[in-house]
């Protein structure tokens, strides 16, 4: 057709409208955190509610003791019960453990503020090795980690958490609004 060139013609340098984006992920590329995360025990479906009351009793003991009141939210819950128990590397000598009744334990009084500063309640889901980090996660299923070095958000749902934080991709928790 004149005026028209035809983007599938040999050597035509039109981008065809149709054709799927070659850098796009399809469904045969494996998301690179579900394999990190079977590659080290989780699989679709796994469940370890059976052996999760202990656990989250001795954190929210553990906080009684320290002055605050601590309740496990619905998406902690969650989380814990499809990844609890896990052992994820994040380094040769980091590893990202997810349990709720690790790390250090005199924070409290930080998660208090933090959960005041966001509206929201939070919950310990997990913690680091090497430094003793602690991951919480809050009634909206957004995920945060108190560092040494600061407290950072790292994202909405477990996957962007997981991605986020083996990516080193940390927003100052302080800079959210509630």
């Known amino acids: 057709m004149p005026g028209r060139e035809d983007p599938t013609a040999p050597g035509s340098n039109i981008p065809d409208p149709v054709a799927p984006d070659p850098t796009a992920p399809g469904p045969t590329t494996p998301d690179p955190t579900a394999a990190w995360l079977t590659a080290h025990g989780w699989y679709p479906g796994r469940d370890i509610g059976d052996v999760l009351a202990p656990r989250v ?81 809050d009634e909206t299923d957004r995920f945060f980690l108190l560092h040494p070095s600061g407290t950072y958000y790292l994202g909405t749902g477990a996957l962007e958490a997981f991605t986020n934080r083996r990516r080193h991709t940390l927003v100052d928790a302080w800079s959210l609004k509630a």
């Open 57 to 137: 009793a001795r954190r929210v003991r553990d906080f009684h003791d320290q002055g605050e009141e601590l309740t496990p939210s619905r998406p902690a819950l969650s989380f814990l019960r499809a990844y609890g128990g896990l052992r994820l590397p994040l380094s040769d000598r980091v590893h990202l453990v997810t349990e709720p009744d690790g790390g250090h334990v005199e924070i409290a009084a930080d998660v208090a503020e933090l959960a005041a500063h966001l509206g929201q309640r939070l919950f310990p889901v997990a913690y680091e090795t090497y430094e003793g980090s602690v991951h919480l996660v």
